[in-house]
DNA sequence: CCAGAGGTACGACGTCCACCGTACCTCAAA
DNA sequence: TTTGAGGTACGGTGGACGTCGTACCTCTGG
């Protein structure tokens, strides 16, 4: 993580996330080919828009640090932005920069997605 | 591979594929995260509806039993038939069988990959 | 102030993946 | 009949992934 990631996590508690030119389509695929990610994305995706929602709703079935993890991925995906508020982070889905640089793919998702995985 | 799928590619030289009813989202997105194989897909979903392509004629820069492993991949994921014909072998795009079960899909990856790879 | 909930960082572990070389196969062409 | 092109199977290697436990941090509520 930079020296400016740093300050800007310090001020405004936004995680360090890719520009959208940036992500290629390969990654964005391998982050929704796991199914508790996709879960997660067709869950923020079905949400309000540009709601923000809590990381600890999610009641993911594995373990703190395993669930660190996927945000991160996803984080890293461009699929989403993650802030720090101290006792709680939240996310929020990217979907109108997603939307721009892959367009069709999230609707797609959510409506191919079986939602078998409980999250 | 069972005995009945050694026994269908002795007579008619298709190697064995699953249903698509059994083939999950996340093994097709697995599948297409990988920028080659994801390259064979849009090639093939350009080419002639129903057309039959030659292995060989993808050149793709990898060794030989890489080319393997990939068409394999491709295979269970449930994208792509393949025959062996002897002394080369041909794929063909499951088209309408992926139109079926993840409609939409196979236009998304045309339109939205970069095709950067040639292959 | 202190306990607890929410979360990250780090290190570890087992598995899978992309890749390769080698051995071997089959058919076609010389 | 022999050579070469195309291809699979197998074994191995290095790296990435999903998972976890532990240590540590921050804010809130008693």
């Given amino acids: 993580m930079s020296y400016h990631d740093l300050e800007v996590m310090r001020v405004t508690g936004e995680f360090p996330c890719p520009p959208m030119e ?3 389509l390969g990654t ?5 080919a796991d199914p508790l990610r996709r879960a997660v994305v067709v869950q923020l995706a079905n949400g309000e828009h540009g ?10 079935p594995v373990a703190k640090s395993t669930r660190t993890h996927h945000w991160r991925v996803l984080r890293e995906a461009g699929l989403i932005r993650q802030r720090d508020a101290g ?4 996310v929020r ?3 109108d920069e997603i939307a ?9 998702i959510v409506t191919l997605d079986p939602g ?4």
Wanted: hydrophobic fraction near 50%.
């Fill in 87 to 90: 006792n709680g982070t939240f």
């Fill in 22 to 24: 940036d992500v290629e």
């Fill in 28 to 32: 964005v695929l391998s982050a929704l």
């Fill in 51 to 60: 709601a923000e929602r809590a990381c600890a709703s999610f009641a993911l």
């Fill in 100 to 108: 721009r640089h892959f367009p069709g793919l999230l609707e797609l």
């Fill in 93 to 95: 889905l990217r979907r």
């Fill in 116 to 119: 078998t995985v409980e999250a």
